[in-house]
């Protein structure tokens, strides 16, 4: 058994006991290492003391026990916590919030399960955090916890005081790519997070595996997608689509190395093989999808895209816009960024019971297309090709999820989510 079967060992017990008293000492006679030598290699692999860990995953799940309607005391007892206070205080150290100010400004999920064998799990301390800002004198500045509009915890982002933005990268291509975008698009007139760099003029920062930059943040505040279905719903899908749109064609100018990604081939040979039975795909659509949208592909531009237009990744202020992330940028089909954009909102907002919601989805999917369209003339193919993008990304997203136990949850809301587009694609028609 290698170190990070071991370590994963130790997480899965640790979440089967939470409501038990867990020590380190426990910990390391299990896994059959000296104390100093199991904290190592669970900081190694895990990105946070042994200690912190376990206090942490106490704190998220009796949070989300209070969510539910628990009472405060009894979770707080039943997880180890002598007291309220005792409770208030932890959760305050940890993530910054009082536990009223958590459950107030955001939805509590369950927490997933750790599983270090499914990819890249940041977990940076605070203290950690501190340490690195000393690379620019801002060691002394408070440090926040992003979080995302559905209650989801960034990991690899941080506020910096009322100005800044620390954010930390496992792999130097994803931040090659963040870096050379953005100042690609700086140069050509658009707002961009470029790196700030540190008193020594380095823009990044190297600690152990992990790579960390600073960036001013960013003007305005992230769009949310509740507010895109009050008041003219059309206007603000048509909005979105313009400001995409002048994203577009800043991209492909933009001078910068990624990768080639065939989103035809990676829905016809890795997606749909995955996901067809699971998702009840009806036999024509399959052959529509390796046939038609097949034949369209080939006719597509192609360019530099964004990649992961999501609502918080497009930031709104009063009087200008900006995007944030581009970590994940690539070279695709241009119409991947407005596709995804929509498919984004109908995720994150998706209810299966609110056919009124599913009607405002239509008509805002459709303007974010008419605004794109306005800034960057989409050609017949495209707007033929742009059901099966919105399908393919889907398909693709539901086969990365279901693979990944911290995308159950999501999986779930994806593959109903996905039947809905399937029983409804003569909706998405432009024509």
């Given at each position: 058994m290698n170190n990070l079967d071991i370590i994963q060992n130790s997480l899965d017990y640790i979440e089967a006991n939470l409501k038990t008293e867990i020590t380190a000492e426990e910990l390391a006679y299990h896994a059959n290492f000296s104390m100093f030598h199991y904290y190592r290699l669970f900081q190694k692999a895990v990105g946070m003391p042994v200690m912190q860990y376990i206090v942490r995953r106490k704190l998220l799940y009796a949070i989300y026990e209070i969510s539910c309607g628990n009472k405060v005391i009894d979770v707080a007892l039943a997880y180890g916590?002598?007291?309220?206070?005792?409770?208030?205080?932890?959760f305050k150290r940890?993530?910054?919030?009082?536990?009223?100010?958590?459950l107030k400004s955001r939805t509590v999920n369950?927490?997933?399960?750790?599983?270090?064998?499914?990819g890249e799990h940041i977990m940076v301390t605070h203290k950690k955090i501190r340490e690195i800002l000393k690379n620019w004198n801002l060691d002394r500045e408070s440090i926040t916890d992003i979080f995302y509009e559905r209650g989801e915890k960034s990991e690899n982002s941080f506020y910096v005081g009322d100005n800044y933005i620390n954010r930390v990268f496992v792999n130097s291509d994803s931040l090659n790519n963040h870096i050379n975008i953005s100042k690609s698009l700086e140069?050509?007139?658009l707002y961009a997070a470029i790196p700030i760099k540190t008193t020594k003029g380095k823009e990044t920062v190297e600690d152990g595996q992990l790579y960390f930059i600073l960036t001013e943040r960013s003007r305005g505040v992230p769009v949310k997608v509740a507010d895109l279905y009050e008041d003219d719903y059309k206007a603000k899908g048509r909005f979105i689509g313009e400001i995409i749109g002048q994203l577009s064609l800043a991209l492909k100018k933009a001078d910068a190395a990624v990768?080639?990604?065939?989103?035809?081939?990676?829905?016809?040979?890795?997606?749909?093989?995955?996901?067809?039975?699971?998702?009840?795909?009806?036999?024509?659509?399959y052959r529509n999808i390796i046939e038609y949208f097949g034949t369209l592909y080939g006719k597509l531009p192609k360019q530099i895209i964004h990649r992961d237009l999501n609502p918080g990744n497009i930031i709104a202020a009063k009087d200008e816009w900006s995007f944030i992330d581009f970590d994940l940028s690539e070279r695709n089909v241009r119409i991947f960024d407005p596709c995804y954009a929509a498919t984004a909102i109908l995720s994150e907002s998706f209810d299966e019971?609110?056919?009124?919601?599913?009607?405002?989805?239509?008509?805002?999917?459709?303007?974010?297309i008419y605004g794109f369209d306005s800034v960057a003339k989409l050609s017949n193919d495209e707007i033929k090709a742009i059901p099966y993008v919105i399908l393919s990304i889907q398909l693709i997203c539901c086969t990365c999820f279901s693979e990944k136990e911290k995308y159950k949850s999501v999986f779930n809301v994806n593959k109903k989510m996905t039947k809905w587009i399937c029983d409804n694609f003569d909706k998405l028609m432009l024509e």
């Open positions: 916590f002598d007291t309220y206070a005792g409770f208030y205080k932890a940890e993530f910054g919030y009082t536990p009223k100010q958590f369950k927490p997933y399960k750790i599983n270090l064998s499914e140069n050509l007139g990768n080639d990604v065939n989103i035809y081939d990676a829905v016809k040979n890795l997606a749909l093989p995955k996901v067809k039975d699971v998702i009840g795909i009806p036999e024509n659509l019971n609110d056919k009124e919601k599913f009607y405002k989805w239509i008509e805002i999917y459709k303007n974010i």
